[in-house]
């Protein structure tokens, strides 16, 4: 189930992995930022994060040699990691009564 | 009540008793410090008190004097709160003072052990009187059991404050969380031969207290204290810890799994482990994004910033060290060679420390305040330098001590782990890589460091408001309230 | 019950009931799954991953296995510990006093069982198997020397961390050798990868 032979690159593999996490902060951050502030860099450097972070999870794959479930698991981590910063944004406006929807004022997220 | 002064006797009960639990566990923290020292110089001298406090012991009263005082952070914090949440005052206040001299005099006769006798021969009585030998949960099962009846003294206490006086959703899940940290204690108080399932639930203890039950109760006690400092609107606060509980446990429950990928377990658990653990930095980002939302939302007023500073150093070290630390080695085609190695220790290191001596010490700020006589504590008070330097000091030691352990940490897990196959020999050579040597060094040197901002964070917590006259500025800021938090 | 203002889906009530719910939920499957993996993990059980304590009677080998694509470990042939056959109890007891003595002198907080513990000194997984002790013949002897007396016996490797006296009584030693010896049978998904075991005799003849 598990490939022992990729010795070489276990450990870029451990760095991308922690690099994949961080820009989904960034992507989370980010986004965040453009919903406050009008702002559309923000959006911008945001999904610039996104692809950041998806490049690291692609990037896995062949470091990793992953097969079968595994890809599943990339799959999930790049379809999870993009919908769960955005709906914990939309829970953060929701949760105070902003009605889901984007504040008055401020550029909407997605933009 | 003197602004300024030491209003020790102005206190209620409950959190008289609770200054007494943060002056040991800061003395813990101490302790913890400097035996850490000890053993990081036995990397460097290994003759230094070789056969008279060997690796293993100071290792041992490291890790357990972090475990003890975190823990009585945790108690403290929650017999600040629990009269103000429910209302009325503690039940048993006798009970719980006794409570706390036991607790304490158990901990002590523990570590004299610890020192004095160290081992001792290999049957069960050494298992119930001197030690345990199982890594954070050493101690003798007479003082496991002593643990826990303390424990369900202190629950009664709690649960029963709450029951005499009112219930909210904060007193709800912390009650049903000290439940659970509680019983998963149990987990780890038998004695087994078969070495697999010993470690089996010897993680129950260990993982399931740290990425779940106590990640759940440090966000109670983070949500009262939103409410009380920032006048964070409590339904707001209560539901997003609602949601917090949901994607921890959602998360970590089952993420346990990637402690079980080596262990004589059954395979499944790689794909279960590997998963679940990938979703662990989720609510460790929710926690990031919304104090970016309420930091952008609403301009709060903040009369305490060091407790401030060091809840904003909790949401970020928590996601550092626990999040990004420990995703690098969650997936088993990593955890395979980094498993066990100075890699653990980096991730083990940062996250501690990242997700809670931060929040402790935060919330020592602000029983300090309330100590004070409610006086304004902000950047520009006097002596203000002090608690900055602290906390510069406390992070640039911790950061460049788990940077140095990551280089370490690659070292071995290359050398060792996957060219030299993990033999005696590999693991030397692993142990003599120039890398290796230098990442000892430097981590010794960045122990020393934070070891300084610890004992500039002690002399705070003595003078902080000390010196400072202007009260609390009201917390009932129109914007604040009207918006929420 | 959603507030005023507020929608279902980002309400207190639901919160609360999510919670509960995936609580619940995952601790349901972990309790499962407990059940299923305490079954797969006792010692001799029909898995095969842990083995009898009896397996200390028998030759050990860690080779590559095709099929798994990761090393595990191998029963071979009869090769009594000490020569010295024992019946199941008898082997259990023997390795049951080495796992308390390994408890009682606190050796978990130098080295990692199983890659768990500490890292100051080697792995133990495969201590039994560690070509440090130079081939079978001489292995019990050796191992009995260095644990009777290890900074006497220290190798170091230059780096002059020895390993102190834990002062183990003859049948200490005895058992902690035992315990080695069954914890090397466990098969730990091949960790640790790429270990070479020392050489040792056949491992495929007569496996009663
Ligand atoms: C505040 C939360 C956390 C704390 C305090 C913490 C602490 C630790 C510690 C001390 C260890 C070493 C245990 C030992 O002595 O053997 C460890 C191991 C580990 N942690 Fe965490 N951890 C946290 C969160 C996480 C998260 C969120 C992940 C995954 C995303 C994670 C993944 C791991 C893994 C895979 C190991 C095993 C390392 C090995 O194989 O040696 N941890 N953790
Ligand atoms: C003066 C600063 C410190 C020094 C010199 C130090 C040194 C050490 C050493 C030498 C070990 C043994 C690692 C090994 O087995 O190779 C260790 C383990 C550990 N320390 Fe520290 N430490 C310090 C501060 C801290 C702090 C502040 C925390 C947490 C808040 C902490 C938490 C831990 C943990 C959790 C372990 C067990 C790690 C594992 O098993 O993976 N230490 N420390
Ligand atoms: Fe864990």
Known sequence: MVDPGRIHTFAGAALIGGAMVLFGA?????????????????????????????????????????????????????IGYFVAPRFIWRLSLAVHGEGGGPPEGAARPED | ??????????????????????????????????????????????DFLFGVLDFNVNRMVHINAMVVWMLYGFIGSIFWLVEDESGVPLVGPRIAEATFWVLTLAVTVVVVVYLVVQSGPGNQWTLWLINEGREYIEAPRWAD????????????????????????????????????????????????????????????????????????????????????TLG?????????????????????I???????????????????????????????????????????????????????????????GNFLGAGVWGFMQTLPQINMYTHGTQWSSSHGHLAFFGAYTTIVVAFIYLAIQRLRGDVWMSAGMDGAWRWKWALALLHIGMVGMSIALLIAGYEQSFVERAVGGSTWQAYFAGQTQPWFVQAMWWRMAFGVLMTAGLVLLLVDFLRAGAQETRPIKSLALPQAAAAGG | MAEPGTEWWASESFWRKCAIFVTAFMALVLVLLTFHTLTVIAAGSEAGRVPAYSVINHRIGYEFDDERNHMVPVIGPVAPLFGEALDEEAARALVDHGKLTVQARNCMNCH???????????????????????????????????????????????TGRRMPNPHLTDDEVRAVIAYLKWMSAIDTNGFPSGFTPLPQGDLRGDAS
């Open chain 1, 26 to 78: 960034g992507y989370a951050i980010f986004h965040a930022l453009a919903g406050l502030s009008r702002s559309r860099r923000f959006a911008y450097i945001s999904l610039v994060s996104y692809a950041a972070l998806a490049a690291c999870a692609l990037a896995l794959v062949p470091l990793l040699d992953l097969e079968g479930w595994w890809l599943g698991l990339i799959a999930l981590l790049l």
């Open chain 2, 1 to 46: 009540m003197t602004l300024g002064g030491i209003n020790y006797h102005e206190l209620s009960f409950a959190q008289r008793l609770s200054v007494k639990y943060f002056t040991v566990a800061m003395v813990l923290f101490l302790a913890q410090m400097l035996f850490g020292l000890l053993a990081g110089a036995q990397f460097l001298w290994p």
């Open chain 2, 145 to 228: 059991i002593g643990i826990v009846l303390c424990m369900v003294a202190i629950f009664y206490n709690v649960a029963g404050t709450f029951v005499a006086g009112r219930w909210s959703g904060i007193s709800g899940v912390l009650v049903l969380d000290l439940i659970a940290l509680a019983g998963l204690y149990l987990a780890g108080m038998f004695y087994t031969t078969n070495l697999p399932m010993d470690q089996y639930w010897w993680w129950w203890v260990i993982h399931l207290w740290v990425e779940a039950t106590w990640e759940v109760l440090v966000g109670c006690i983070m949500a009262w204290g939103l409410i009380k």
């Open chain 2, 232 to 252: 964070a609107r409590r339904r707001i606060v209560t539901t997003w810890l609602y949601i917090e509980v949901a994607l921890m446990f959602g998360s970590g």
């Open chain 2, 254 to 316: 089952l993420g346990l799994g990637h402690h079980y990928f080596w262990i004589g377990t059954p395979e499944y658990w790689l794909g279960i482990g590997g998963f679940f653990s990938a979703l662990e930095p989720i609510p460790l980002v929710a926690m990031v994004v919304h104090a970016v939302y309420d930091a952008g939302r609403h301009s709060f007023r903040s009369n305490n910033h060091p407790a401030l500073a060091w809840l904003i150093a909790h949401a970020f």
């Open chain 3, 112 to 158: 990692t069982l199983l890659g768990n513990g500490a890292y100051y000194a080697p792995d133990l997984t495969k201590a039994w198997l560690d070509p440090g002790w130079g081939n079978e013949q001489a292995r019990e002897l050796l191992m009995t020397m260095f644990l009777k007396d290890p900074p006497a016996n220290a190798r170091t490797f230059g």
